[in-house]
């Protein structure tokens, strides 16, 4: 049974730190890319950034570069997402995604969804 549960998200500071966790079971990282999403009160849901499975690439929101770093540690079967220089926009409820697929671009659809985790940024 596939299952993504995400946890990390808090109340921070703009300009502070957070680092997000994706803990999966169910399946093998090194099959499948992961995703991370956001999505904001009265706003479509976006991607923020994905880390393919077999060679490691990675893809950001074009807000997110330079910012945000996303990570996997296959042994523990979780996915990180590192956030700094946090902005208020940035608060949403944040999601991970599996893919069905070993690679971030290309065919695929994201077939299973973690509940999300609260990121608020706010003084």
């Known amino acids: 049974q596939v299952r993504l549960v995400e946890s990390g998200g808090d109340l921070v500071q703009p300009g502070g730190s957070l680092r997000l966790s994706c803990e999966a079971s169910?399946?093998?990282?090194?099959?499948?890319?992961i995703g991370w999403f956001r999505q904001a009160p009265g706003k479509e849901r976006e991607g923020v950034s994905c880390i393919s499975s077999r060679d490691g690439s990675t893809y950001y929101l074009e807000s997110a570069k330079g910012r945000f770093a996303i990570s996997r540690d296959n042994a523990k079967s979780t996915v990180y997402l590192q956030m700094s220089s946090l902005k208020p926009e940035d608060t949403a409820v944040y999601l991970c995604a599996l893919k069905d697929s070993y690679y971030c671009t290309g065919k695929g659809s994201y077939d299973y969804w973690g509940q999300g985790t609260q990121v608020t940024v706010s003084s």
């Open positions: 169910g399946f093998s990282l090194d099959d499948y890319a």
